[in-house]
Structures are given as C-alpha cells and as structure tokens.
C-alpha cells in the first residue's frame, strides 16, 4: 500500500525568508509524486509534479520540489516567501504507472507572517 | 487550461433531499474522475473513481446507492448525495485526468459546500 507522510501540521515562515515543507512517501515501484495547495473553501491547484528526470523540479508561483530516491522524501521548498503563499499544501504519490489513484498526506498548513 | 468547473459552490437542503454535484472538464477530456470529499482540517478521502461510460468504482466504506456518481460523457460526471442526512454534510471535491497532453496529473475543481439541516 502507498502512503505519504507530512510530518508538521503546520509550518511558520516570515515573509522574504525560505520555506520548506516536508513530504515523504511509500509506493512500490517507481514513484509519481504531487505537490498541490488548498486556499480557504477552494479546491486543489495543482503546483508541481516529478515522474522522471531531473530530481529538481520547478512549478508554480516560484515553487519547486527536490525528489531524493535513498530518503524517498519531495520537500517543496520556495526560496523567498510571500504572505500569499499561506495556504494548506498537500504532497501526494500514486505508484507504477502514475495512473493509479493519488493518496494524499494529511496536509501542512503554511502561515507566513509579514 | 486543465480547468475544471463544480456546480453548485454551495448548496443547503433539508434532510431526505437528494442533492446532485456537477463536476465538467472546460478544456480537456476527462477519461477519468474522481469524487473526494474533505472533513474540516482534513485530508482529501477518496469516494469514488468513474471512468466514461462505465460504472463507478466506490472505495470500501462508501455506499454506492448513498452516493450515485454518473460519468455520461468525457467532460461531466456527476454526484448525486440521495436521502441526504446531517452526517453527509462536507466538502465534495471532484477531480479529472486524462486527454492529450494531460498524463497522470489530476486537476480539481472548485468544491462543493453541502449542509444537510
């Protein structure tokens, strides 16, 4: 069974300073992993995605995400941080093909504060 | 593109109602759709995978005949929440992939706020 960890509920940053949230998973095979964000009473928006290749991957609003295979760990990470960027991250993982079905961590809130 | 619409954005109805959540593809030809639903400060629960023009496959615990999930063409699929009750108040999200140049990358709609009084 795949799962994925977010170890902090929540993560505190000041604006201008860098973020990291971390994400670490399980999957049999070859992983595909998903960094999307949530705003209050939204949907997901997708950020950032790795299925292959380079292990830094770039998404979204400056955002990017390093996959590390011997630490199965895809922290996202943005080197300077806005107040607009608060928001609940979630890191999700689907196995093999990428088209199974996506399980999702718990979720990480993200408060930066001006 | 990748945008995905959900119709209504809220919705408040008296219990025994049946509800129905419309979840379309704008842009992009969704083979398959998904149904989640979100608990306050909650992680997403997966309810249901449907592919055009085949049946809902429902994730153990989820009564299929609470939650009928219609998937009639490649741009629409819908939830429909029978006999609501109180408990099925929550936050429905659905979510679709496929189409050329889409891959494995799952793109949500909006949500859906259901009230059950």
């Known amino acids: 069974a795949q799962s994925v960890a977010q170890p902090e509920d929540q993560v505190n940053v000041a604006e201008g300073n860098p973020l990291t949230v971390k994400c670490t998973y399980s999957?049999?095979?070859?992983?595909?992993l998903f960094w999307y964000v949530q705003y209050p009473n939204r949907g997901l928006q997708f950020l950032l995605k790795?299925?292959?290749?380079?292990?830094l991957v770039k998404g979204s609003y400056g955002f990017e995400a390093e996959f590390n295979k011997s630490q199965t760990s895809f922290h996202l990470k943005k080197p300077s941080a806005l107040v607009s960027d608060s928001a609940l991250y979630f890191c999700?993982?689907?196995?093999?093909?990428?088209?199974?079905?996506?399980?999702f961590g718990k979720g990480t809130m993200l408060l930066v504060s001006p | 593109g990748a945008v995905v619409s959900q119709h209504p954005s809220w919705v408040i109805c008296k219990s025994g109602t049946s509800v129905k959540i419309e979840c379309r593809s704008l842009?992009?030809?969704?083979?398959?759709m998904f149904w989640y639903r979100q608990f306050p400060k909650q992680s997403l629960m997966l309810m249901a995978t449907s592919n055009e023009g085949s049946k809902a496959t429902y994730e153990q615990g989820v009564e299929k005949d609470k939650f009928l999930i219609n998937h009639a063409s490649l741009t629409l699929s819908t939830l429909t929440v029978t006999s609501a009750h109180p408990e099925d108040s929550s936050f429905y999200i659905c979510?679709?992939?496929?189409?050329?140049?889409?891959?494995?990358?799952?793109?949500f709609g909006p949500g859906t706020r259901l009230l059950v009084l």
């Open positions: 999700a993982v689907s196995g093999n093909s990428g088209y199974s079905t996506l399980t």
């Open positions: 999957v049999s095979g070859n992983p595909y």
């Open positions: 979510s679709a992939r496929g189409g050329a140049g889409q891959g494995e990358t799952q793109y």
């Open positions: 790795y299925i292959t290749g380079d292990n």
């Open positions: 842009d992009f030809q969704a083979t398959t």
